[in-house]
Protein backbone atom coordinates (compact mmCIF):
# COMPACT_ATOMS: atom_id res chain seq x y z
CA UNK A 1 0.00 0.00 0.00
CA UNK A 2 1.23 3.56 -0.90
CA UNK A 3 1.53 5.95 1.80
CA UNK A 4 0.43 8.66 0.06
CA UNK A 5 -2.74 6.84 -0.87
CA UNK A 6 -5.71 8.97 0.35
CA UNK A 7 -7.77 7.61 3.18
CA UNK A 8 -11.54 7.64 2.31
CA UNK A 9 -13.74 10.26 3.79
CA UNK A 10 -15.83 9.87 6.53
CA UNK A 11 -19.53 10.37 5.05
CA UNK A 12 -20.74 13.82 6.14
CA UNK A 13 -23.47 13.04 8.65
CA UNK A 14 -24.39 16.51 9.29
CA UNK A 15 -24.82 17.15 5.12
CA UNK A 16 -26.61 14.01 4.72
CA UNK A 17 -28.88 15.12 7.33
CA UNK A 18 -29.90 18.30 5.91
CA UNK A 19 -30.49 16.72 2.64
CA UNK A 20 -32.58 14.55 3.71
CA UNK A 21 -34.63 17.20 5.64
CA UNK A 22 -34.95 19.39 2.61
CA UNK A 23 -36.40 16.26 0.97
CA UNK A 24 -38.87 15.76 3.42
CA UNK A 25 -39.17 19.78 3.43
CA UNK A 26 -40.20 19.36 -0.62
CA UNK A 27 -42.37 16.34 0.64
CA UNK A 28 -44.66 18.03 2.63
CA UNK A 29 -45.00 21.00 0.67
CA UNK A 30 -46.33 19.21 -2.34
CA UNK A 31 -48.14 16.91 0.03
CA UNK A 32 -49.87 20.12 1.53
CA UNK A 33 -50.73 21.67 -2.00
CA UNK A 34 -52.60 18.53 -3.22
CA UNK A 35 -54.40 18.16 -0.29
CA UNK A 36 -55.37 22.22 -0.59
CA UNK A 37 -56.29 21.69 -4.01
CA UNK A 38 -58.24 18.28 -3.19
CA UNK A 39 -60.14 20.43 0.08
CA UNK A 40 -61.29 22.60 -2.45
CA UNK A 41 -62.64 20.42 -5.04
CA UNK A 42 -64.44 18.10 -2.38
CA UNK A 43 -66.90 20.20 -1.26
CA UNK A 44 -70.17 21.84 -2.86
CA UNK A 45 -71.04 25.28 -2.45
CA UNK A 46 -73.69 24.61 0.41
CA UNK A 47 -71.18 23.06 2.49
CA UNK A 48 -68.74 25.39 2.23
CA UNK A 49 -71.00 27.60 3.46
CA UNK A 50 -72.14 25.43 6.02
CA UNK A 51 -68.20 25.61 7.19
CA UNK A 52 -67.97 28.76 7.48
CA UNK A 53 -71.00 29.68 9.48
CA UNK A 54 -69.83 26.87 11.57
CA UNK A 55 -66.15 28.75 12.12
CA UNK A 56 -67.60 32.08 13.00
CA UNK A 57 -69.94 30.90 15.50
CA UNK A 58 -67.08 28.85 16.87
CA UNK A 59 -64.88 31.90 17.32
CA UNK A 60 -67.52 34.24 17.19
CA UNK A 61 -66.35 37.08 14.37
CA UNK A 62 -68.82 38.44 11.28
CA UNK A 63 -68.50 37.88 8.27
CA UNK A 64 -66.28 40.91 6.77
CA UNK A 65 -63.84 39.86 9.85
CA UNK A 66 -63.35 36.00 8.05
CA UNK A 67 -62.21 38.38 5.00
CA UNK A 68 -59.41 39.51 6.87
CA UNK A 69 -56.28 37.48 5.68
CA UNK A 70 -55.34 36.35 9.13
CA UNK A 71 -58.46 35.29 10.08
CA UNK A 72 -59.23 33.84 6.42
CA UNK A 73 -55.71 31.85 6.63
CA UNK A 74 -56.78 30.31 10.00
CA UNK A 75 -60.08 29.34 8.61
CA UNK A 76 -58.62 27.47 5.81
CA UNK A 77 -56.42 25.65 8.06
CA UNK A 78 -58.76 24.41 10.24
CA UNK A 79 -61.73 23.51 7.54
CA UNK A 80 -58.81 21.25 6.01
CA UNK A 81 -57.70 19.86 9.15
CA UNK A 82 -60.43 20.21 12.18
CA UNK A 83 -64.13 20.81 10.34
CA UNK A 84 -66.53 17.29 9.96
CA UNK A 85 -68.75 17.67 6.85
CA UNK A 86 -72.37 16.31 7.61
CA UNK A 87 -71.15 12.91 7.57
CA UNK A 88 -68.82 13.88 10.62
CA UNK A 89 -65.79 12.96 8.41
CA UNK A 90 -62.85 15.26 8.76
CA UNK A 91 -61.06 16.73 4.91
CA UNK A 92 -57.87 15.22 5.65
CA UNK A 93 -59.51 11.59 6.66
CA UNK A 94 -61.66 12.19 3.37
CA UNK A 95 -58.67 12.93 1.26
CA UNK A 96 -56.30 9.97 2.44
CA UNK A 97 -59.69 7.56 1.67
CA UNK A 98 -59.48 8.70 -1.65
CA UNK A 99 -55.90 9.02 -2.52
CA UNK A 100 -53.75 6.68 0.05
CA UNK A 101 -53.06 4.40 -3.07
CA UNK A 102 -51.53 7.12 -5.02
CA UNK A 103 -49.44 8.53 -2.10
CA UNK A 104 -45.99 7.62 -1.16
CA UNK A 105 -45.04 5.68 1.89
CA UNK A 106 -43.24 9.18 2.91
CA UNK A 107 -46.79 10.97 2.11
CA UNK A 108 -48.64 8.66 4.33
CA UNK A 109 -46.36 9.59 7.17
CA UNK A 110 -46.91 12.78 6.97
CA UNK A 111 -50.39 12.79 6.35
CA UNK A 112 -50.75 10.39 9.36
CA UNK A 113 -48.76 12.66 11.43
CA UNK A 114 -51.65 15.95 10.25
CA UNK A 115 -54.12 13.61 11.65
CA UNK A 116 -52.79 12.99 14.61
CA UNK A 117 -52.46 16.85 15.08
CA UNK A 118 -54.52 19.33 17.09
CA UNK A 119 -54.40 22.97 17.81
CA UNK A 120 -53.06 24.59 20.57
CA UNK A 121 -51.57 27.43 23.00
CA UNK A 122 -47.64 27.27 23.47
CA UNK A 123 -45.64 29.39 25.54
CA UNK A 124 -42.38 30.64 23.84
CA UNK A 125 -39.48 29.26 26.47
CA UNK A 126 -36.81 30.35 24.22
CA UNK A 127 -35.28 30.91 20.95
CA UNK A 128 -33.87 27.86 19.80
CA UNK A 129 -31.57 27.48 16.50
CA UNK A 130 -33.57 28.22 13.91
CA UNK A 131 -36.64 28.48 16.06
CA UNK A 132 -37.79 28.57 19.34
CA UNK A 133 -38.92 25.59 21.93
CA UNK A 134 -42.29 25.77 23.06
CA UNK A 135 -44.30 24.44 26.32
CA UNK A 136 -47.70 23.17 25.73
CA UNK A 137 -50.27 25.40 27.79
CA UNK A 138 -52.36 22.24 29.14
CA UNK A 139 -49.70 19.23 29.15
CA UNK A 140 -46.44 20.63 29.46
CA UNK A 141 -44.95 18.95 27.13
CA UNK A 142 -41.79 20.50 25.38
CA UNK A 143 -41.22 21.02 21.71
CA UNK A 144 -38.15 22.49 19.52
CA UNK A 145 -40.34 24.07 16.91
CA UNK A 146 -38.26 25.18 13.35
CA UNK A 147 -39.41 27.77 11.16
CA UNK A 148 -39.18 27.34 7.60
CA UNK A 149 -37.42 29.43 5.08
CA UNK A 150 -40.67 30.90 3.68
CA UNK A 151 -42.40 31.73 7.44
CA UNK A 152 -41.53 34.66 9.14
CA UNK A 153 -42.03 35.84 12.51
CA UNK A 154 -43.26 39.26 13.28
CA UNK A 155 -42.03 41.33 16.05
CA UNK A 156 -44.50 40.64 19.21
CA UNK A 157 -43.44 37.06 18.67
CA UNK A 158 -40.60 36.50 21.91
CA UNK A 159 -39.76 35.06 24.52
CA UNK A 160 -43.21 34.48 27.10
CA UNK A 161 -45.27 35.22 24.51
CA UNK A 162 -47.67 33.07 24.06
CA UNK A 163 -49.07 31.41 20.37
CA UNK A 164 -52.29 29.38 19.48
CA UNK A 165 -50.68 27.00 16.98
CA UNK A 166 -50.31 23.28 15.22
CA UNK A 167 -47.13 21.60 15.80
CA UNK A 168 -46.12 18.70 12.95
CA UNK A 169 -43.11 16.60 12.85
CA UNK A 170 -41.70 17.00 9.46
CA UNK A 171 -38.40 14.69 8.68
CA UNK A 172 -36.64 15.57 11.29
CA UNK A 173 -37.90 18.51 12.93
CA UNK A 174 -41.04 19.66 13.97
CA UNK A 175 -42.53 22.96 12.39
CA UNK A 176 -45.42 24.95 12.33
CA UNK A 177 -48.86 23.43 10.14
CA UNK A 178 -50.53 26.55 9.07
CA UNK A 179 -50.43 30.25 10.10
CA UNK A 180 -50.10 30.73 14.26
CA UNK A 181 -51.99 33.40 16.12
CA UNK A 182 -50.48 35.66 19.01
CA UNK A 183 -52.21 34.89 22.45
CA UNK A 184 -51.88 37.44 24.97
CA UNK A 185 -50.11 36.84 28.37
CA UNK A 186 -53.26 38.40 30.04
CA UNK A 187 -55.74 36.15 28.34
CA UNK A 188 -53.40 32.95 28.90
CA UNK A 189 -54.73 31.78 32.59
CA UNK A 190 -58.39 32.09 31.66
CA UNK A 191 -58.18 30.31 28.23
CA UNK A 192 -56.61 27.93 30.24
CA UNK A 193 -59.41 27.54 32.88
CA UNK A 194 -62.02 27.94 30.51
CA UNK A 195 -60.92 25.02 27.67
CA UNK A 196 -59.91 22.42 30.58
CA UNK A 197 -63.73 23.08 31.88
CA UNK A 198 -65.28 22.77 28.68
CA UNK A 199 -63.33 19.41 28.35
CA UNK A 200 -64.60 17.74 31.49
CA UNK A 201 -68.75 18.96 30.56
CA UNK A 202 -68.00 17.16 26.98
CA UNK A 203 -66.41 14.33 28.69
CA UNK A 204 -69.70 13.40 30.32
CA UNK A 205 -71.44 13.10 27.11
CA UNK A 206 -67.93 11.27 25.03
CA UNK A 207 -66.93 8.89 27.75
CA UNK A 208 -63.95 7.88 25.56
CA UNK A 209 -63.30 11.28 24.85
CA UNK A 210 -59.36 12.19 25.11
CA UNK A 211 -57.74 16.02 24.78
CA UNK A 212 -56.57 15.31 21.82
CA UNK A 213 -60.30 14.78 19.91
CA UNK A 214 -61.66 17.36 22.72
CA UNK A 215 -59.10 19.82 20.59
CA UNK A 216 -59.77 18.53 17.32
CA UNK A 217 -63.23 19.47 17.73
CA UNK A 218 -63.13 22.26 20.02
CA UNK A 219 -59.56 23.86 20.26
CA UNK A 220 -60.12 27.16 17.64
CA UNK A 221 -62.50 28.09 19.89
CA UNK A 222 -59.66 29.27 21.96
CA UNK A 223 -59.36 32.59 19.64
CA UNK A 224 -63.13 33.33 20.97
CA UNK A 225 -61.68 33.87 24.12
CA UNK A 226 -58.77 36.21 22.53
CA UNK A 227 -60.21 39.14 20.07
Request: charged letters at 30%.
Amino acid sequence: MHEDQEVPVLVDFLAERHAKQRFYDDVHQKLLDDFFEFTCQSLNLREKVRAKHLFRNRVNISSEVLLHPAWEAQYGIWFMLEYQNIKGERMIEKYLSERHASLSEEELHLAAYWMATYPSVYKVVEEWQDGYRLVDLWTGVEIHATLKQDQFVRKEFIVDQYIFARVVKVGFIHCFLGPYALISKDKAPDIKLTMEKSFDRSKQENSPWSWRLFMQHHGIEVLRQNP
